[in-house]
Every structure is written in structure tokens, then in C-alpha cells.
């Protein structure tokens, strides 16, 4: 008798235990979404700019070539492939480039698909590259620029878009994640 019974309450806590791990994956779940949607939500309720940032274009009057896109996919001619651009393509009459922002040069260097690269770290967590730099870049890591600061010249060293001439390719980004520099830069009314 005390065995069957005692296989009764095992076979009770089998099926019980079933619901208890059905119901704790349905909560996993649930808080999976819920935090997913709370942290997805969170770029546009952060105050980015403030009324003290004041952000000038990196170029005089440019011309968007290629314009950010983190969805839509667009062609890059060079390497004859289909991709998301997380960054602006700019030309000007001059291909001068400038400091977005007040901050702190934080790294010069040559990569091959991206040229050389300038980034500048400015304050609340935003920073910019400038790519595609010809060789006389004008700042050095440790300088601190000014909004509208000249730091080179937009050449064609990033290999990654050579048939694209010469350009800069400029991007942003707010606590390491790429955000759209036309957030922040007002390049439709240059
Ligand atoms: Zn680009």
C-alpha cells in the first residue's frame, strides 16, 4: 500500500511539475518581451542633444550621396553588394571637414575598408567618426576640437566605397550604438 501510494504522489508531482514548467517559460517569455520592448523604447525618451549641444555640419553645404539606413538595404557599387548604411555619405565644393561638436579626439588611424578614420568624443555618451580622411589629418588623439574645428580633408581612402570618389563617410553613435546623424544634424536646412 505505502508503494503505490507513494507512486501516486510521484505521478502527481510528474503531471504537476509539467504546468509548473509550462508556466515558467510562458513568464520567461513574457518578460523577455517586456523588457525587450522597455529597452527598445529607450533611445527616444533619452534627452540626447539638450539645448547646450549645439551641432554644426561636417561639411560646408553638402551634398547627401548616400544617406543612413539601418533597415532598407542599399547598393554599395564597390563591393557589388546590397546593405544597410549606418552612416551619411557627404560631398562639398571643398571636401573640408569639421568637428560635429564640441570634444575630445579619442582615436586617428588607418583602416582599409574605412580609410582614416578621426573620432571624437563629445559629451552624454555621443560620439563621431569621420572616414575616409586623406592623409593630412589635423588632429592628433588627446586634442580637444570645437564644433566647426577642421580636422582634414574627405579624400577616397575607404576602399570599402572607392567608386564613390572622394567623400566622407560620417556616423554617430549614442552609448556604442549607431544612431542616425540626421537626428542631430540639420542638413536640410544647411
Ligand atoms: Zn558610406
Redesign the pocket.
Known amino acids: 500500500m505505502k508503494i503505490k501510494k507513494s507512486n501516486k504522489f510521484v505521478e502527481f508531482f510528474k503531471r504537476f511539475g509539467v504546468y509548473v514548467v509550462a508556466g515558467a517559460i510562458v513568464l520567461a517569455v513574457a518578460l523577455t518581451f517586456s523588457i525587450t520592448a522597455i529597452v527598445n523604447s529607450l533611445p527616444d525618451a533619452v534627452d540626447v542633444g539638450g539645448p547646450n549641444l549645439k551641432f554644426s555640419l561636417p561639411m560646408t553645404n553638402p551634398t547627401i550621396l ?1 544617406d543612413f539606413s539601418s533597415t532598407a538595404l542599399q547598393e554599395n557599387t564597390t563591393l557589388n553588394q546590397w546593405e544597410a ?1 549606418l ?1 551619411l ?1 557627404l560631398q562639398s565644393e571643398d571636401n573640408l571637414v569639421y568637428s560635429v561638436l564640441d570634444g575630445t579626439v579619442t582615436e586617428v588611424k588607418y583602416d582599409y575598408m574605412t580609410g582614416n578614420v578621426v573620432t571624437i568624443t563629445h559629451a552624454n555618451g555621443l560620439v563621431s567618426y569621420y572616414s575616409s580622411l586623406g592623409e593630412d589629418v589635423l588632429v592628433k588623439v588627446g586634442d580637444t576640437v570645437k564644433g566647426g574645428t577642421q580636422i582634414g580633408k574627405a579624400t577616397a581612402t575607404a576602399n570599402s ?1 572607392l567608386l564613390m570618389g572622394d567623400h566622407l ?1 560620417f556616423s554617430m553613435t549614442l552609448n556604442n550604438d549607431k544612431v542616425d546623424p540626421n537626428n542631430y544634424l540639420d542638413l536640410q536646412n544647411k
Do not use: G, M, S
Open positions: 548616400k548604411h552612416a555619405d566605397e563617410h
